[in-house]
């Protein structure tokens, strides 16, 4: 089978008024990402919210998303369950229903040795019916180190990829050097938007993107212009989305600012499984406000009716960043400001 590459969109799930999953919705969601250009489907991921979902409903998610995929895509279905026995069945479960591969996160709640974590997914190659690809979420779960994913990849078939969400360029750089040589089938995927472009540069072979759910047709857009060698342009979009990830991740609880972006899309998700106080939902009205601002620029939605700050005018000119090419040349000084301004608030947030 083919290679893994592209945009993944980690599928942000609706909810009917009674808090259970609203599936015409879902389906009509798939239908939308595959229309807007994204290459591949992974339901059940962190943005998917599968924690709080039970066995059966993820399940059932994961047949929605293929029952609507009609094959167009690949899906790679998230099957992490809380031990080896119910993530297996998760894999078998995965394997009947025809998807590309799965996902499977490091053992979560218990921090592991990477012995541990090593001899976990072992067990999992091992015994799974269907290809795997690592998850290296150290901010939710154990994390999992470059020597353990190179001995994993080096024993087993199995495991033919990995999605890190770190957004640890010295960290993926070590991975493909250490892996590809021996795995050129091997798939490097980003989970950190904000540094897409310096990751397919050092080599990465795509993303597995929140914001993918809001702007599709973006994130698909920085892919395309990076394989065409306009790296100035695929840069100019860069931080454009920078812009909007930072405003959906860090003033809202993970991933309601992703679904407030895709209600603005024309997604409807009500209400959730995440109480809210009032207060909460007060700033989350205004917050979406700056949201509908910021796409509004990408002239994918109308700015709100109470208007938005006045903004530069290179950032409410997409046709021109698309059309014409930079002034000045992005070097290796600006791909580097921007790694350090991820890495600060990584530090700041307590993952490094």
């Not at 209600?263 to 809210?276: D, N, S, T, V, Y």
């Amino acid at each position: 089978m083919s290679k893994l590459q592209g945009i993944f969109t980690p599928i942000l799930v609706p909810f009917d008024e009674r808090g259970q999953i609203n599936e015409p919705e879902l389906r009509r969601f798939v239908s939308w990402l595959i229309d807007h250009g994204v290459h591949g489907l992974y339901p059940n991921g962190s943005s998917g919210e599968f924690t709080r979902f039970n066995p059966a409903e993820r399940r059932r998610i994961t047949q929605i998303v293929v029952e609507e995929n009609r094959g167009r895509l690949p899906i790679i279905a998230g099957a992490a369950e809380a031990n080896v026995k119910e993530t297996l069945a998760a894999c078998e479960f995965a394997a009947g229903l025809g998807v590309r591969a799965v996902a499977i996160v490091a053992p979560f709640y218990y921090k592991l040795t990477p012995e541990s974590v090593y001899a976990y997914f072992a067990e999992i190659a091992r015994n799974s019916p269907i290809d795997l690809t690592l998850y290296n979420i150290p901010m939710f779960a154990s994390p999992i180190d470059v020597p353990t994913i190179r001995r994993l990849a080096d024993e087993f078939p199995r495991v033919i990829g990995i999605k890190d969400s770190t957004g640890d360029l010295a960290f993926m750089m070590r991975l493909i050097s250490q892996i590809r040589p021996s795995r050129p089938d091997f798939t490097f995927l980003t989970g950190w938007e904000a540094v897409l472009v310096p990751m397919l540069m050092i080599g990465c072979d795509g993303g597995t993107h929140a914001s993918s759910n809001v702007v599709p047709e973006v994130t698909r857009r920085i892919y395309d212009l990076f394989r065409a060698g306009n790296l100035d342009a695929a840069m100019k979009w860069q931080y454009r989305l920078l812009e909007l990830f930072d405003a959906m991740l860090y003033p809202f609880e993970f991933p309601v600012g992703f679904k407030a972006g895709a209600e603005l899309r024309g997604i409807h998700f009500g209400i959730g499984r995440l109480p809210q106080t009032d207060s909460q939902r007060a700033e989350h009205k205004n917050l979406t406000n700056i949201l509908q601002c910021i796409l509004a620029d990408f002239d994918l939605v109308n700015p709100p009716a109470s208007g938005c700050a006045i903004r530069s005018p290179e950032a409410s000119q997409p046709s021109q960043a698309i059309a014409q090419p930079a002034s000045k040349n992005i070097g290796p000084e600006h791909v580097q400001q921007l790694v350090h301004e991820v890495l600060d608030e990584m530090k700041n947030r307590g993952i490094l």
